[in-house]
Structures are given as structure tokens and as C-alpha cells.
């Protein structure tokens, strides 16, 4: 009898970085390159372990994010690749995405990757102008990234990603526009355009509080970000995500999934899971991780799970169809938020139209007061 499959996310967390950009507060190290033949070890044997905890698995996406896989020796890119696929079946049109810095991409990482099924690459740009990028401890130059999209279409790679930065120290209107025409001169399948958060405990938080570094005012963020959404949309990118626009057939369908909750397996230090009602997270240091300390497990109660389908599924543009949400949690909106829904419906926040509650376009500016409002009590 042949088993029932379940289709599922892999996300392989590569946690090296070359240095530490000034606003990153992701789990990725600066220096600690000798340990790579560890961690990749370490990954391999965990993709094992997971195929053995869900042999049901069948992977349609896999996305290697970091830090920056493109660190890795292609030796090594290799064999975490290999690992996956012997670990794993994939259905036939997998999308398995590679994060990379430019800078640090090379023929033969290429190579590696294109052989092992890469079809997908999201490129760390953020900025074209070089004085933007040195400030915020970005390692590359515009000329690299632009050496870098030449190259992945030069094995064939012309699904990739831009992401940009919007609301950088010092960054004008002006700079905005002309990172917009310097990327879509490259013609990338996707963009992802992401506001700058000032994280605890960063560098960019020292400059900032300091009085060093001044943000652009909450004004003109917003116009910023307005400016890129008009921009792209001009130029055939939908925006299908708050942060995220693509040429038709380019969504990103990891994270597209990752937004509708579908499960999802995480590998490497500091990787995120999702399976069932259970959110996992990997030991957030390389130590940590190399010595197999135990894996944060969280258990989400009925209320949290249905809290976190809106709060993921209001992200996506076509919005949240109710029956979606219905066969995930057995009930309607309205049986779920009762009458928390009739502030954000009747100010024109949320919309509810054909069965699909989305958020308006004034709704998705101001996200954050919609899913107060929504959250559960405790
Ligand atoms: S390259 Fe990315 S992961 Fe690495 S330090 Fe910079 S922002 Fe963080």
C-alpha cells in the first residue's frame, strides 16, 4: 500500500555571515567560519532525523535562508543539497529558493546549486547607492550586485529576488527612485521591499539613540513605501504581500505558504518549524546547536492558532477566504472574533467580500491597530 503524502516546507537556516550589518538582529555570526564543516554535518544528520520523526513528508518548497548560504564552500553548499534530496522526496516542480549576498557568489556555488535543483534565488541588494549600503554595514557595492544578477542568468537563474530597504539613515526620496530604476533596469522576477526596523540591541540602535544616525520621519517612510508600490505596480509587479511584489507566476511559494499556515520543516540553528498546533525553534547559537541542546517547543491553544491565521493571512493582498479558515479551525470569522470584526469592517479597514476577508489599502498601513483589535484577550 503506498503511503498518503503530506506536502510540507523545508527551510534550511545557513547562519554565517561575513560580518554583522549595523540593523541585523537575525540569528547569523560573523567569524565563526571554522565551524561550517560542523554545522553542515550537524544539518545533515538533522535532515535524517526529521524524515524519520515525518516520513509522510513530501517537500514542495524549500528555502535556504541565513545569514548567507552563498558563505558557504560549494563542497559543503553540496552537501547539505544532497542530504535534503536523499532525506526527502520532492514533488517534481519544488521551488527551492537560495538566499545570497552579492559579493559572495561565485561560478561555482552556482554550479553546486543549479545541479541540486536551485530554482529560485533571493538577492540581499537592498540599495544601489553605495554610500546607503557601507553605512548600514552592507559588505557589497551596486556594481556587485548588478556582477551578481548577470551571473545567475548566466546559469539560467532568472527567477531572483531584489530586496530593498526603505527608511535608512540618511535615505531621501530621491535615493529611493533611483534604487527602483537601478533594479528594475535588472529585471528581476520579484521584489521585496521591507521598511527598516530599529531592533534592540544593534548597532543601528546605538547610532540612532545617539542622535548619529537620524530616520527618515514616519511621513515620509509611508511615502516611500507608496512611491515603490506605485512604481512597481507601473512596471507589472503585483504586489500580492505588504512587502512583497512579483511578475505573474513569481510569487515566492514558500513564504506564500508560510502566510497560510501550511506546515513546514526548519533545519540549522535557529530554524523555525511548524507542524500540527506546534511552533518549534532549533537552539539560536552555533554552540548551542552543535551540542543538540533541546528545541523550543510551543504549543499554540485553539484561540492562539486561529489569532495567527488571520494575523498571517491578512499579509496576503488576495486575503483570507473564510472556508480556508473554516477548515483549519472548524469555524467561521464571526464565530472566532464575534464582534471584535465590526470596528475595522465599518471604518474601512477590513473587508469582507465573496467569502474572503482582506485588508483594505488603507488597512494594510495600519496592520498593527487591526490585529490589536483581533488578538486574543490573554
Ligand atoms: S547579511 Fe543578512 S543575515 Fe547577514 S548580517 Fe547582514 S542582514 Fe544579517
Known sequence: MTETKHGRGLYLHVPFCKSKCAYCDFPSFAGCEKEMPRVIDRMCAELFDCRNAF???LVET??????????????LMDRLLRAAREAFPFSPDAEISCEMNPGTVTPEFLSVCVENGVNRVSLGAQSSLDHLLSSIGRIHTFRQVRETANLLRSFGLTNFNLDMMLGLPGQTMEDVRQT?????ALSPAHLSCYALIVEEGTLMEKKVDSGEWTLPD????RD??????????KNGYRQYEISNFAKDGFVCRHNRDCWLRHEYLGIGAAAC?????????N?????????GDPQEQTILTEEDARFESVMLGLRLTEGLPESVFR???????????????DAPLNDGRLLFENGVLSLTRYGMDVMNSVLVELMPEN
Request: proline share 9%.
Open 283 to 291: 537552539p539560536g547559537t552555533i554552540p548551542g546547536y552543535l551540542r
Open 327 to 341: 477548515k483549519a479551525h472548524g469555524m467561521g470569522f464571526r464565530e472566532a472574533f464575534g464582534e471584535k470584526l
Open 218 to 221: 514616519e511621513d515620509t517612510e
Open 55 to 57: 516520513p509522510d513528508t
Open 273 to 281: 518549524g511548524f507542524i500540527g498546533n506546534v511552533r518549534t525553534r
Open 62 to 75: 524549500m528555502y535556504i535562508g541565513g545569514g548567507t548560504p552563498s558563505l558557504l564552500p560549494p563542497k
Open 224 to 233: 516611500m513605501y507608496e512611491l515603490a508600490r506605485e512604481t512597481l505596480e
Open 180 to 184: 527602483l530604476d537601478d533594479f528594475l
